[in-house]
């Protein structure tokens, strides 16, 4: 069974920290790429930041740049999204995804998650 399982979301304080996990199993090996998405209420779901586990390439966009990381842990097939200096914009619902091109374009992703629930307050 293909899936994305993601953890780690929840409410903290502006300025704090959450890591996201990004459990993976039955990926293909075309699907390489991991990417991170998110939703805020009223909003079109926007790409945060993707990951290439072929060659380590990652991307993020400018709102989390210098703020989110991505890393991976390849023996638990696992990525994450450690978030840094949160801001009340940053709520959103979180999800990952997973598919072949490294790119921001949803089209490209072929596995989803179910998402996050990330809350900022003040």
């Known amino acids: 069974q293909v899936q994305l399982v993601e953890s780690g979301g929840g409410l903290v304080q502006s300025g704090g920290s959450l890591r996201l996990s990004c459990a993976a199993s039955?990926?293909?090996?075309?699907?390489?790429?991991i990417g991170w998405f998110r939703q805020a209420p009223g909003k079109e779901r926007e790409a945060i930041s993707f990951i290439n586990k072929r060659d380590g390439d990652t991307f993020y966009a400018e709102p989390v740049r210098g703020r989110f990381t991505m890393s991976r842990d390849d023996a638990k097939n696992t990525v994450y999204l450690q978030m840094n200096s949160l801001k009340p914009e940053d709520a959103a619902v979180y999800y990952c995804?997973?598919?072949?091109?490294?790119?921001?374009?949803?089209?490209?992703?072929?596995?989803w998650g179910q998402g996050t629930q990330v809350t900022v307050s003040l």
């Open positions: 995804a997973a598919g072949p091109v490294a790119t921001t374009i949803e089209k490209f992703y072929r596995t």
């Open positions: 039955g990926l293909s090996y075309a699907d390489s790429v």
